[in-house]
């Protein structure tokens, strides 16, 4: 709570240090023949990742010519694997092992994805040695990019940002749609999975009831009676999706859930998003797999807390997202002792978002 309450002036402070260095410094034009490589920075999650798509396509049809490379993290580089806008990917290592992998390919473009206040992003596309930098500016980080960069506006989504930082390079704004590209021999394995199961013709939910943050999980117990209601109700399979680590909490909805459900928490990325494309509608929380599901153009309906709502809203059509506008909302915190947010959200309001998907999907 202390850190959260000096976050604030303590900006402030470096905004005013640092923005009179930012006027003097000169902005340049990007001149379309100068840019033959650009280097992407969006070495975070999955879901950032997911969004950042557009972006990649804007600068490709900009400058079709020019390599694209992503610097990407161990987690979330999967998502654009066989993505015919990304010429290369590089995996995060750390500043010393980014220096010396980047430095020497010479970039000619340097851009920031990331919508922060932090400076270090900021200042990776300065050590990058690129010419263009570009990014977000937020109290004073823009000191480091030479291209005149968009700040943050309120009510705006994430990808509508992404698209103003595309027409700060001279690309065109970004279409607000994500993409995922699986391969055949993905969509093939996924189909002899349905088939092990004996499950290809059957109706398929999916839920996916982890989060990066404890505040943004939704409670174990509904997503297990929800579970339950849509096999009641639909007769459809559901599956159960989610880590390693977090078997136990499936085991608990899958019992709550009771039969035709599946658990499946031992999946690489790629495998879940190829079992995922072959269901109907997701439920989940506000989490990667959200945004995975509409980059793939299955319906979803998800429970939001914390979190921006118009910020991290997903993208497409047959989105659903439920919230309650608390007082305290959005707070933004990864824990929660109250969770109010989440706690009001209940099956019954989540079941007519279901059912609403539902009828529109056997409509």
Not at 126 to 132: C, E, H, Q, V
Not at 168 to 194: R, V, Y
Request: proline share 5%; with cysteine.
């Amino acid at each position: 709570m202390f850190k959260t309450l000096l976050k604030k002036p303590c900006l402030i402070i470096r905004r005013i240090v640092l923005c009179p260095a930012g006027l003097f410094s000169r902005k340049r034009t990007v001149k379309n023949r100068d840019v033959k490589k650009i280097l992407f920075l969006r070495h975070d999650r999955v879901g950032d990742m997911v969004l950042s798509t557009p972006v990649f396509r804007a600068f490709k049809e900009k400058y079709p010519d020019a390599a694209i490379t992503v610097l990407a993290s161990e987690q979330n580089h999967e998502i654009i694997t066989n993505n015919p806008n990304v010429d290369e990917i590089l995996l995060y290592k750390g500043i010393r092992h980014f220096l010396h992998e980047v430095r020497t390919k010479k970039f000619d473009m340097a851009v920031d994805l990331f919508l922060t206040h932090d400076m270090k992003q900021a200042f990776m596309t300065f050590l990058s040695g690129a010419p263009y930098r570009l990014g977000f500016k937020d109290s004073g980080r823009e000191i480091f990019f030479s291209v005149r960069s968009p700040a943050a506006q309120p009510q705006k989504r994430m990808v509508e940002h992404l698209s103003d930082l595309a027409q700060a390079a001279g690309a065109g704004a970004a279409d607000s749609a994500p993409e995922i590209f699986l391969s055949k021999q993905e969509k093939a394995w996924a189909q002899s999975e349905l088939s092990r199961m004996e499950l290809e013709e059957a109706m398929i939910i999916a839920l996916h009831p982890g989060a990066f943050y404890p505040s943004q999980r939704w409670p174990a117990e509904r997503f297990g009676e929800s579970a339950r209601q849509i096999i009641e109700s639909y007769g459809a399979a559901v599956f159960i999706f989610g880590g390693k680590h977090e078997s136990h909490l499936l085991e608990k909805i899958q019992h709550a859930a009771g039969v035709r459900s599946h658990i499946f928490c031992d999946l690489s990325l790629r495998q879940f998003m190829a079992l995922l494309n072959c269901c109907r509608l997701l439920v989940c929380n506000n989490s990667g797999p959200l945004h995975i599901a509409s980059a793939l153009k299955i319906p979803t309906v998800s429970m939001t807390g914390p979190t921006v709502v118009p910020l991290w809203l997903p993208q497409g059509k047959n989105q659903i997202a439920v919230n309650k506008a608390l007082h305290c909302s959005p707070c933004n915190r990864a824990e929660c002792s109250d969770h109010s947010c989440m706690e009001q959200i209940t099956v019954s309001e989540v079941m007519t978002e279901v059912n609403r998907q539902c009828e529109a999907l056997n409509g």
